[in-house]
Nanobody, 127 residues
């Protein structure tokens, strides 16, 4: 059974940083496309950052977070991270970790490919 458990959310001031973590069990993160998504109140869930399986060497960032957020994986800990710097009020949302349904994918179609989800962690950025 696949489980994804996020941590690291919290309250931070504008310009601050947070590092989200997602510990996986039931799958090996190096073999799966992984990603971070977020959903603000009253809005649709959006893709924040994705990365292909370890051999795909591909990452994607939403335009709104390019240059500020970095997605990474720690294969030894079977964990992925989202380093968020220069946080803005508009980054406030529940952040979800997700994994692809099948291994060895590129994660090019998040809405179709990502079927395993964590419970989410709240990130609140105050002005």
């Amino acid at each position: 059974q696949v489980q994804l458990v996020e941590s690291g959310g919290g309250l931070v001031q504008t310009g601050g940083s947070l590092r989200l973590s997602c510990a996986a069990s039931g799958l090996t993160v190096s073999r799966y496309a992984m990603g971070w998504f977020r959903q603000a109140p009253g809005e649709e869930r959006e893709t924040v950052a994705t990365m292909s399986w370890n051999g795909g060497k591909r990452t994607y960032y939403a335009d709104s977070v390019k240059g500020r957020f970095t997605i990474s994986r720690d294969n030894a800990q079977n964990t992925i991270h989202l380093q968020m710097n220069g946080l803005k009020v508009e980054d406030t949302a529940v952040y979800y970790c997700a994994a692809a349904n099948q291994p060895y994918g590129l994660g090019l179609r998040p809405r179709i490919e990502f079927g395993y989800w964590g419970q989410g962690t709240q990130v609140t950025v105050s002005s």
